[in-house]
């Protein structure tokens, strides 16, 4: 295991020692006796160091033209692909996901950096008609500053990279706070941007418990060193950086958590919505923000298509993530802490699926078919909970792990109120032959994202991703939206009349 100290990229680490809140060990999921990575946490004064030199760096790096940022960009993307098989297999080893979906992940920095590496040479600004002659009005994209990126370790690679590519193509600084469970790979993608031509002290990683997170965000947003906040985690969480965000009237940028629904309409092909639910609602055990999190299935066809399901369930391969796996351990022992307190909740009245066992998979609750050691690792059977109701803890609230709830429906408006019923609103899935139910769907719901015969999850790396309701508070990353978060607009008055021209009150009629 490697050792990694708090304050990464920039003198800053001398600025904040002495006050951190300890070691952290990042171990490998489905072994926890292999640690990866040993990691000395910051106290609050680590986000605040490593933001004023943010600040000093960024100047420097606004001055750079955004072409040449865009090479860089394009170098970073580069490299990450020269390295792309190392680079899975250590978020595979680190976090637990599968080697194919880390491979996935990986490829998703590739893709913003191939996208952004454009936009270097765009960052257009207009060109605005004045009220009054001999006068030019025009706008500017310009940096916002720095920026504070908080990241969850589900995507270890691909969600920073939504904020850190964009970030630092428009000429920001950013100081970057992975989750600490996910350490190793934050700090091999910090190093393979330095590599590629990021100053130093243009991205600085820091690590820091929650608490010494939120006190540094805290001064660092008092003494006007930080501009945007970028959050990807619980709503829980966002809530509080929003409202810290608020004291200080900035507006930050919150990717929260979902809930889900996936619709599967009574013409839907049902192997195919299977196969869907399957990937969407188990696979990653069930641990992204896209994740699915409620079946919500035609009366017609609920019985055929549970016991579909159930089915499949029952066959999946679990178990070692370097092999091929539906899915793998949970993150680390504070998720399966999380996701236990979860199955506590599964009430009488409703039909267990899924699994012969429910719980972690150890030697009195075996799993047919799992691929290695199922002790050494944090790994759960699946559940598949039929009969769910909107009051229910697994129906209302985004779980994190290998859980799904069924409801049914018979009106298409029923479908789609029980979905958006939690409050969440990022993802949205549904299964018709029919294109008018589909589109019903999509005007009907009020998810960020909306697949129609596609699974919940997998979006793509140009399209704007986000939610509403507790999903977010409607900012979208991605794709060009994500530069209204790390530009502001800028706006100029240029008159060349040779005298003073007063807005609205020397305007010339016809
Ligand atoms: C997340 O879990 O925070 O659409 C993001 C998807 C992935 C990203 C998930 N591309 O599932």
């Known amino acids: 295991s490697t050792t990694v100290s708090s304050v990464i990229g920039t003198g800053a680490h001398e600025a904040a020692t002495g006050s951190g809140t300890g070691e952290y060990l990042s171990r490998n999921p489905a072994r926890l006796d292999d640690v990866v990575a040993r990691v000395e946490l910051g106290g609050a004064d680590a986000l605040h160091a490593a933001a004023k030199a943010a600040r000093t760096a960024q100047r420097e790096w606004a001055q750079v033209p955004a072409p040449v940022r865009g090479r860089v960009v394009a170098e970073l993307g580069r490299l990450v692909e020269a390295n792309k098989e190392s680079l899975a297999r250590l978020v595979t080893r680190e976090i637990g996901k599968p080697y194919a979906e880390a491979l996935g992940e990986v490829q998703e920095i590739v893709d913003t950096c191939d996208f952004f590496l454009g936009e270097g040479r765009r960052l257009y600004g207009q060109t605005v008609p004045s009220e009054m002659p001999d006068k030019q009005l025009f706008t500017f994209r310009v940096p916002v ?114 809930k889900n629904p996936m619709v599967v309409a009574a013409d839907a092909d049902l192997d195919l919505a299977v196969e869907g639910a399957l990937f969407s609602g188990w696979g990653t055990a069930g641990q992204r ?23 499949a369930l029952r066959d999946a391969v679990i178990g070692d993530p370097a092999q091929e796996v539906l899915y793998g351990p949970l993150l680390d022992q504070k998720f399966a802490d999380g996701f236990e307190a979860v199955l506590d909740t599964i009430a009488d009245h409703h039909r267990v699926l899924g699994s012969e066992f429910v719980g972690r998979i150890r030697g009195d609750a075996p799993r047919a078919g799992f691929l290695g050691d199922p002790e050494a690792g944090l790994f759960y059977h699946p559940v598949l909970l039929d009969g769910l109701r909107p009051e229910d803890h697994v129906f209302a609230q985004e779980t994190f792990g290998p859980i799904v709830g069924v409801s049914t429906f018979d009106s298409l408006d ?3 109120e029980l979905g958006d019923a939690p409050g969440y609103g990022l993802s949205a899935a549904v299964y018709t032959t029919d294109p008018a139910t589909a589109f019903r769907f999509r005007q009907g719901t009020r998810a960020g994202m909306v697949s129609v015969n596609n699974s919940t999850s997998g979006a793509e790396a140009h399209l704007p991703f986000g939610g509403n309701g507790r999903s977010g508070n409607g900012s979208r990353q991605s794709g060009i939206w994500v530069l209204d978060q790390f530009t502001r607009w800028q706006s100029l008055n240029w008159d060349f009349s040779g005298k003073l021209q007063k807005a609205q009150m020397d305007v010339a009629t016809v």
């Open 289 to 311: 923000c896209t994740s699915l999190g409620n079946l919500i299935v035609h009366r017609d066809v609920h019985d055929e298509f549970v016991s579909r399901l159930d089915r």
């Open 414 to 416: 029923e479908a789609i």
């Open 145 to 258: 500053g720095v920026a504070a990126v908080i990241t969850a370790g589900n995507f270890p690679v691909a969600v920073p990279s939504w904020y850190l590519v964009p970030a630092l193509l428009c000429g920001n600084a950013v100081v970057w706070k992975p989750a600490e469970y996910a350490a190793a790979a934050a700090r091999a993608v910090a190093e393979l941007a330095w590599r590629a031509g990021v100053p130093r002290g243009v991205l600085n990683l820091v690590y820091a418990d929650g608490d010494a997170t939120y006190a540094g965000l805290e001064t660092a947003l008092r003494d006007g060193l930080v501009d945007k906040v970028g959050f990807t985690g619980s709503s829980a969480v966002g809530s509080r950086i929003g409202e810290l965000c608020g004291r200080y009237a900035q507006s930050p940028c919150l990717e929260l958590g979902g």
